[in-house]
């Protein structure tokens, strides 16, 4: 059966649909949705092509938006999506995470729910607050966030998340108990023989290797890195890279050896791609070297950024990769990041991208 | 809210919601009348008719949501505060959003500067 992929952005100001035709080769934008919220992340599940959008709005707070018709109508909640009487209130909603009937949320400030019944309500995973570690934890400029979300594939109660900046922590009981995982991450924040801390670290995005669910990637305030054994250590594979300092960190949908990455000009340099030149960054050795990919992206006076969930792949043959700009442009490969073209451009700063395979 | 058996009947109130609140649950309405002795009760009895109205209005501390205002007449209220018969409640969204971290300039939390602008800087 034909299958056309729909790229989900979520936005400062709403979530946007665009859908493929054509063989990605033609795309037809519709939004903004959610009432044009500040919409951090939009995902599908991909068994059941449902779209869920994380958020918060300022007047209204944080809330869960869910679609059944690919953008057409929505609903929102967030019945149980609330600390106890007394602690900070939720501000937004940062991450969703769909693994297999249960739905996942990281919120801000820094906690995970759970909602068995496809968004309708939530349960705090109140395990990972309960980790002694959790007073220290530390916000990053985005706020204490809970920004990624990985799940096991084949063991439903392992699962990763990442804290800005809190760091890795990984649960094998479902969210029961958790340990930080952050062993040869580096936080260059600390004094001289501090920087290697048990927890504290400012991880900026998190992902799995297709296939092989102990590798993992990190892009790190400091640095880049990637782990074989589930996240228990971890070494930096940021040679070759123009700075150790960005966002997103996408996986390829089969090769676990390919990873992208969008470096930036550091932290104090107004964080935008390094010389005025947009690249993604492509490695195929699992980080043992890398390749600008820069065919068709501004190799002049181009200053965004790429922030972290603003990037992601396609299932297809040769994959898609699609990247978000706080700028709002949104460009797009279907050659495994060779050539690169605009798919929208003057949308709102773009805060997610994620992709979704539906019947033609 | 369990009702005193005491208690007189709670008065009626006229209640004004605000369009970007009444946008977000299909069949609400700007304007309505109901039965409620307190702010706390308006909001119980908008839960009631539309499930969900209440996240929207009131977050965990428990208190109505920072950037909303709640008004019975001309006067802020609380969620402790009483209404006479006939009140006029009106909730308003705040003079507040776009961009939150110009919209209360020098507004700190613990600390450190508020900023929910976005994944590190947008």
Known sequence: MAKKVVVLVGTKKGAFILEGRAGRRSWALRGPFCEAWPI???????????????????????????????????????????????????????????????????????????????????????????????????????????????????????????????????????????????????????????????????????????????????????????????????????????????????????????????PLNGDTAGRFVPGGKAAVWRTRDGGESWTALRKGLPQRNAFFGVLRQAMAADPLAPAGVYVGTSTGTLFASRDEGESWTVLAQHLPAILSVETLLVAA | MADDESRPAPPRVVVTLPAPLVNLFPGSVRRLELAAASVGEVIDALEARWPGMRDRLCDSRPAIRRHLNVFVGSERASLATRLPPGAEVTIMTAISGGSPALAEPGRRRGGRPLDRTGKGVV
């Open chain 1, 40 to 262: 951090n992340h939009v995902v599908a599940d991909p068994a059941s092509g449902t779209i869920y959008a994380g958020g918060g709005n300022e007047w209204f707070g944080p809330a869960v938006w869910k679609s059944t018709d690919l953008g057409a109508t929505w609903t929102h909640s967030s019945e149980g999506l609330a600390y106890r009487a007394g602690e900070d209130p939720i501000k937004s909603v940062w991450s969703l995470a769909p693994a297999g009937r249960s739905l996942y949320a990281g919120v801000e400030p820094a906690g995970l729910f759970r909602s068995e019944d496809g968004g309708r309500t939530w349960r705090h995973v109140a395990g990972l607050r309960n980790h002694p570690s959790r007073p220290k934890w530390q916000p990053g400029g985005g706020g204490l966030i809970l920004h990624s979300i990985v799940a096991h594939p084949g063991d439903q109660r392992r699962l990763w998340v990442a804290i800005s900046s809190a760091g890795v922590f990984h649960t094998a009981d479902g969210g029961k108990t958790w340990e930080p995982r952050n062993r040869g991450t580096r936080n260059d924040y600390l004094p001289e023989g501090e920087k290697y801390p048990e927890f504290g670290q400012c991880v900026h995005s998190l992902a799995m290797a297709p296939g092989m669910p102990d590798r993992l990637y990190q892009q790190n305030h400091c640095g880049m890195y990637r782990s074989d054994d589930g996240g228990r250590n971890w070494r930096s594979i940021e040679a070759g890279l123009p700075s150790t300092f960005g966002f997103p960190a996408t996986v390829h949908p089969r090769d676990p050896e390919t990873l992208y990455l969008v």
